[in-house]
């Protein structure tokens, strides 16, 4: 993310600031978090997105996969990429007003984020992580499945990996 002027004629996405306490098993707090949140009903299709479109594994893949596991006595393993929406390099130019309490005005007109990576809550998040994430899988030897596109097999190592 980069301060810039904002640009004349262009769509400014706004955002907001969310945050959240993370309590233990019995309820205390242990840490609180914020996160800068954009505002995707701000976002102008043609402008800050074209394709919002992420596929995700069909039903019976997974049922396919549980009952292979089972037979197989294979074992299994469920994750959550955490910063999954922050990683995805962005292919539009979005322009995003600057978060609260940190706006710094410029010379002349006021600045504006440019955003060159994704970031929580626009509308492409999903997808630009999903392209990143299977351009990924490619690189390091996964096969991407002809009847599920969200289906990754590694004959080599022996995984399997559904999206």
Not at 4 to 14: K, M
Not at 38 to 63: C, N, S
Not at 64 to 85: P, R
Request: charged share 25%; proline share 2%; hydrophobic share 45%.
């Amino acid at each position: 993310m980069g301060l810039v002027e904002a640009p004349s004629g262009l769509n400014i996405v706004t955002c907001k600031w969310v945050f959240k306490a993370k309590r233990d098993a019995e309820g205390r707090i242990v840490r609180f978090k914020a996160r800068l949140v954009a505002q995707r009903f701000t976002q102008a299709y043609g402008i800050d997105y074209l394709e919002t479109y992420v596929p995700v594994v069909k039903l019976m893949t997974y049922r396919v996969i549980f009952a292979l596991a089972a037979l197989g006595q294979w074992e299994i393993h469920g994750m959550d990429v955490i910063t999954a929406f922050l990683l995805g390099k962005l292919d539009e130019e979005i322009f995003m007003m600057q978060p609260e309490e940190f706006e710094k005005q410029g010379m002349k007109r006021k600045m504006v984020c440019k955003l060159l990576r994704s970031l929580y809550g626009l509308k492409q998040a999903s997808r630009v992580w999903n392209i990143q994430l299977h351009e990924f899988l490619i690189k390091i030897g996964f096969k991407r499945s002809n009847a599920d596109t969200c289906l990754y097999v590694s004959s080599k190592h022996g995984i399997v990996i559904a999206i």
